[in-house]
C-alpha cells in the first residue's frame, strides 16, 4: 500500500527563482536628523537635535521668511521620533523581513558642545562626548539581537552649530563658523570625531560610509538654493567657496577612512572584517537633450565628471584636477585607496544641455544647464549601478526611493528593482539594497511636505501606517524574487 500513499501525497510547491543572491541585503534606510526628533514624551531638548545646523536652518525666521531659501518652516517635533521608538520600530522592520538598516550617528548630539574642539586626539576627544553614546550603543545593540546589519552613516548633511552657523554664514562668510568651507579646521575635525565614533561603536558596526551626497550639500548649500534643495548656508553662486567645499569634502573623507581604518579593530559580525568605508553618492541617470547635438554629448561627460568622477577618481586613484577643467593633472598618494565599498543613492534622471562655454572661471567643466524632477525612471536604477562598478568597489543603493509612494509605491519599486535585478545578472557586485525610507520623515527644507515612507507617518499621534508599497517589499525581501 505504501504506493498508494505516494501517490496520494502532494508535491511540494516548486521554489520560486531568485532574481537576488542568497544573502543580499534588503533593508531601508534614514538619517538620524530626519527621523530622531518628534518623540512623543521625551523632551524636545533631549530628543530634538537644538544643537544641528540644520535645525537651526529650517526653524530660523528670516531663513523662513525668505523666498529665495525654500524653507517649509515646519517644526522638527512633527518628525517620526525614532530617538525614543527606535525599539519598536527595530520589532517592526523584523517582522517585514528586513535584514540591514541604514542610519547616521550625529555629530551635533553626540558632541554639541564646542569645548570639544579643543581636543587635540581621539582619546581626548571622548572626555567630551555627550550621555547620547548609550542611547547609540542601545539601538545598535537592538539591531543586532534583530539580525539587521547596521550601515552607517558618520556625516549625512548635519554639522554641529559650534562647526558651521548656516545663518551667519548665510549673510558673512568672513565672520562664522564655516563648516566645509576652511580646510585647517574641518579636516582634523571631522577625522576625530570619525575616529572616536569608530573606537566607541566598532563592536556595533563594521560597514562605514562618512559623507552622504556631498555634491548635493556644495551645490544647494553654495551654488544654487532651489525649492528641490536649499541647504546651509544657502549661498547663491559663491563659487570659489564651492570649490573649497568640494576640494575638503575629498580630503576629509580620505582623513575620515583612514581615522576609522585606525580605530576600529573589532569585527563585529564575525564575517573576518573589522571594517569596511566607503562614501555615499548621490548618481544620476544623465541624459542629453539632443543625442545628436555634440555640446549635448560633452554635457554628459561633464556632468558625470562633477557628480561622479570628480570625487570617486580621487578617493580610489588619487586623481586630482587643481584647475577642475575635467582633466587630472596629478596623483595624490593621500588619497588613492580610500574605497573600500560604494554607497549609490538614486532617484531621478538628469537631462543636460551644452553650453558650449563655462559662465563660471573657477569652475570650467561646469559648462551645462540641466533639468531635474521627480519623475521615475526605474531604469536609471541599473544605469547608475553599471557606472559605478567602475570605480572597482562593491556597491550598496542606500537610497532608493520616490515622492509619488502613496499613488504608483509598489509600481515604482519593482520597476527599480527589475533594473537592478539586471545589472546583478550581469555581474555588477551590489550587495544590498536600502529603500529610502523606513517611515516618512522630515525632509529637510521640504520639512513633512515630501514623504517616501513605506510607512506614512501621523504627526499627531506618531503611528506609522503600512502603504501598499512595504506589503510588496515585504513580499521581495522573502523571496529575492520579483
Known amino acids: 500500500m505504501w504506493w498508494m500513499l505516494l501517490a496520494c501525497r502532494e508535491e511540494p510547491e516548486p521554489a520560486i527563482p531568485r532574481d537576488f543572491p542568497e544573502g543580499f541585503a534588503f533593508g531601508t534606510a534614514t538619517a538620524g536628523w530626519q ?9 524636545e531638548a533631549e530628543c530634538g537635535l537644538p544643537a544641528a545646523d540644520w535645525t537651526q536652518w529650517v526653524t530660523d525666521p528670516d531663513v523662513i521668511a525668505d523666498p529665495g531659501l525654500y524653507v517649509r518652516g515646519e517644526p522638527v517635533t512633527a518628525g517620526p521620533g525614532m530617538w525614543e521608538l527606535f525599539e519598536d520600530d527595530v520589532q517592526v522592520m523584523r517582522a517585514d523581513g528586513m535584514t540591514a538598516l541604514r542610519t547616521s550617528l550625529e555629530w551635533p548630539r553626540l558632541f554639541p558642545d564646542g569645548a570639544a574642539e579643543a581636543a587635540d586626539s581621539v582619546d581626548a576627544l571622548a572626555a567630551y562626548a555627550d550621555p547620547a553614546v548609550q542611547r547609540y550603543h542601545e539601538m545598535f545593540a537592538a539591531l543586532r539581537a ?47 570625531y570619525a575616529g572616536f565614533c569608530a573606537r566607541e561603536f566598532g563592536a556595533d558596526v563594521d560597514l562605514w560610509f562618512t559623507l552622504n551626497e556631498p ?42 577612512v583612514d581615522a576609522v581604518r585606525a580605530e576600529d579593530a573589532v569585527d563585529a559580525d564575525g564575517d573576518g572584517v573589522a571594517n569596511q568605508v566607503g562614501i555615499v553618492m548621490n548618481f544620476a541617470a544623465i541624459t542629453p537633450a539632443d543625442p545628436a547635438s555634440e555640446a549635448d554629448q560633452l554635457a554628459v561627460q561633464h556632468a558625470d565628471y562633477l557628480y561622479h568622477a570628480l570625487y570617486l577618481d580621487a578617493v580610489t586613484t588619487g586623481a586630482w584636477d587643481d584647475d577642475l577643467d575635467g582633466v587630472p593633472d ?46 521615475p525612471y526605474p531604469e536609471g536604477l541599473g544605469e547608475v549601478v553599471r557606472r559605478g562598478a567602475a570605480f572597482g568597489a562593491p556597491i550598496w ?30 555581474g555588477v557586485d551590489v550587495r544590498g539594497y536600502l529603500y529610502w525610507s523606513y517611515v516618512d520623515n522630515y525632509e529637510w527644507n521640504h520639512g513633512m511636505g515630501l514623504r517616501f515612507g513605506l510607512y506614512r507617518l501621523d504627526p499627531d499621534t506618531k503611528a506609522r501606517i503600512p502603504r501598499d508599497v512595504r506589503d510588496r517589499y515585504r513580499e521581495i525581501a522573502a523571496t529575492g524574487a520579483l
Not at 552607517?152 to 554639522?159: E, P
Not at 564651492?242 to 580630503?251: K, W
Not at 551644452?354 to 559662465?359: D, E, F, I, Q, T
Open 215 to 256: 555634491f548635493a550639500t556644495t551645490v544647494s548649500g553654495y551654488v544654487l538654493p532651489t525649492e528641490d534643495r536649499s541647504a546651509p548656508p544657502g549661498r547663491y553662486l559663491d563659487l570659489d567657496s564651492a570649490v573649497a567645499v568640494m576640494r575638503n569634502q575629498i580630503e576629509g573623507h580620505a582623513a575620515m
Open 397 to 426: 543603493v542606500t537610497e532608493n526611493g520616490t515622492p509619488l509612494v502613496e499613488e504608483r509605491g509598489a509600481e515604482i519599486l519593482d520597476g527599480h528593482l527589475a533594473s537592478l535585478a539586471g545589472a546583478v545578472a550581469d
Open 330 to 375: 596629478r596623483t595624490r598618494d593621500d588619497l588613492a585607496g580610500r574605497l573600500d565599498v560604494l554607497g549609490i543613492n538614486y532617484y531621478n534622471q538628469l537631462v543636460v544641455t551644452g553650453l558650449g562655454a563655462a559662465p563660471f572661471e573657477a569652475l570650467p567643466v561646469f559648462d551645462f544647464s540641466f533639468t531635474f524632477s521627480w519623475d
Open 35 to 43: 527621523v530622531e526628533p518628534g518623540c512623543p514624551t521625551w523632551s
Open 146 to 192: 534583530a539580525g539587521i546589519e547596521p550601515v552607517v552613516t558618520l556625516n549625512h548633511y548635519t554639522l554641529p552649530l559650534w562647526v558651521h552657523d548656516g545663518v551667519a554664514c548665510h549673510d558673512d562668510l568672513a565672520s562664522c563658523p564655516d563648516g566645509w568651507v576652511t580646510r585647517e579646521r574641518i579636516v582634523p575635525l571631522i577625522a576625530k
